[in-house]
């Protein structure tokens, strides 16, 4: 296995600029998901990797190896796609073996492969088939172990659970995290679902429009969104947004004016707020919570109920805070009995708020350390 590096990566076709000068350290055995909206520039840096498309700036390195002209065939790297791909023709194992027979590889070695590969998979019964005779998770599972015999570098995955439904995508993703523990192999994974990113990362990174906006493991990307866009991507459902004002600050806090939620007074990076400035209130559906009732928190938040959703585990709660003018979520555990139309009396945290300059998107909260404080409490149903 070996870690790889880009430097100053750019990629354009014609007077379209797709990637402007992406810059990554991936260690060797780490888990690194390429995350972002649909033609962010995911997959094309992926194939620049892999070598299956050319660099018009900067340097690709896997181990000590510059590989930025090299042929895809020379870079130690072995791919999973989205599309299976696999021969219809050929039974499993020739699938598994085909790419092997090309090399001067001995027969004894090549058995030993395919044979590891169907151990640590779970394919083992189906060497015999041919792909039209395996379901959706049966043929991904043989595209990997496709990947696993020959031993790469590198292993890349262009979106590999796209066609698969929802329980088999849960299930295979649980498979390609044992798999990557087991190998220790360095693998970099791309795809548009941050589901998939957050439970399967070491490190993610997101990108949008070519530019990377943020790198971190999951949980600094979910608790520290560096900018608006990052806190909106990462969490699901998606983060709420707020229009606020900058009323005041401190050394290490900010006072702003939120309609619907009043003043808070909210923990800020130093130096970072401007008064009178307009400014976003970022709130995640789950940070809200039902106010206890004993009123020693302060004012509560009003929440207009539209509808909810129960799935058992979670209740969802559609509607708005009074007052803001915003369509909001609110994320609850265990099932919560309530009504269309109630109200609700809601709290939130101050370390669990987020604030971001409206013009820029950036973030000016200081990240959570220790014990929240609660700015508003004491929440029953109306």
Known sequence: MAGLKLN?????????SILHGVDLDVGEGEFVVLVGPSGCGK???????????SVSGGKIIIG???????????????????????????????????GLEN????????????????????????LDRRPKQLSGGQRQRVAIGRAIV?????????????????????????????????????MIYVTHDQVEAMTMADRIVVLNAGHVEQVGTPLELFEAPANKFVAGFIGSPQMNFFDGVLAGAGPDHVIVDVPGFG????????????????VILGVR????????????DGYPIRFEVD??????TDTYVYGMVEGSGTATIVHLPDHVAIKDRAVLQLAVRSARLHLFRAKTGSSITKPPVGAATVVHADDVEA
Do not use: C, W
């Open 8 to 16: 100053d990566i750019r990629k354009s076709f014609g007077h379209h």
């Open 43 to 53: 997959s094309t840096l992926l194939r620049l990797i892999a070598g299956l498309e």
């Open 64 to 98: 000590d190896d510059d590989v930025t002209a090299s042929p895809p065939g020379d870079r130690g790297i072995a791919m999973v796609f989205q599309s299976y791909a696999l021969y219809p023709h050929m039974t499993v194992a020739k699938n598994l073996s085909f």
């Open 103 to 126: 090399l001067t590889m001995s027969r004894a070695e090549i058995d030993r492969r395919v044979t590891e590969a169907a151990r640590m998979l779970a394919i083992e019964p189906l």
């Open 150 to 186: 020959r031993n790469p570098k590198l292993f890349l995955f262009d979106e590999p659970l796209s066609n698969l439904d929802a329980a088999l995508r849960v299930q295979t993703r649980g498979e390609i995290s044992r798999l990557h523990k087991r190998l220790g192999a360095t």
């Open 263 to 278: 003043r808070l007074d909210i923990p800020a990076q130093q130096g970072e707020a401007s008064i009178g400035e307009a």
């Open 285 to 296: 559906p789950s940070h809200f919570e039902l106010a206890k009732g004993d009123g020693a």
């Open 307 to 312: 509808y909810a959703e129960s799935i058992g």
